[in-house]
């Protein structure tokens, strides 16, 4: 059974930076990318950047796109997500996932969730 386990949220000031680590340990997704979505209060979770296996293709939302970054360390079973300029609409739970990339896009792979990690983005 895979874990996941984020970390790195927190309450930051509009403009500011965070970044994010999501650790996987037990056995691995038998996926070809991994994911971070996240959740606004009383909305649903969505896909805000994936990457798969080989680091060779990214996504990132639109409307995080030119501010949020994701990597990834395979050595290290760890997925990053790095944010910059901030904005109170990023405000949420922050979660990683697995995915599965095909055709061009990435779609949620089976698995469990990790407990995700709250960012708040406020003066």
């Known amino acids: 059974q895979v874990q996941l386990v984020e970390s790195g949220g927190g309450l930051v000031q509009p403009g500011g930076s965070l970044r994010l680590s999501c650790a996987a340990s037990g056995t691995i997704f038998s996926t070809n990318a991994m994911g971070w979505y996240r959740q606004p209060p009383g909305k649903q979770r969505v896909l805000v950047a994936g990457?798969?296996?080989?680091?060779?293709?990214?996504y990132t939302a639109s409307v995080v796109k030119e501010r949020f970054t994701i990597s990834a360390d395979n050595a290290k079973n760890t997925v990053y997500l790095q944010m910059n300029s901030l904005k109170p609409e990023d405000t949420a739970v922050y979660y990683c996932?697995?995915?599965?990339?095909?055709?061009?896009?990435?779609?949620?792979?089976?698995?469990?969730w990790g407990q995700g990690t709250q960012v708040t983005v406020s003066s």
């Open positions: 990457i798969t296996n080989s680091g060779r293709t990214t």
């Open positions: 996932h697995g995915l599965n990339y095909a055709g061009g896009n990435y779609y949620l792979a089976s698995g469990p």
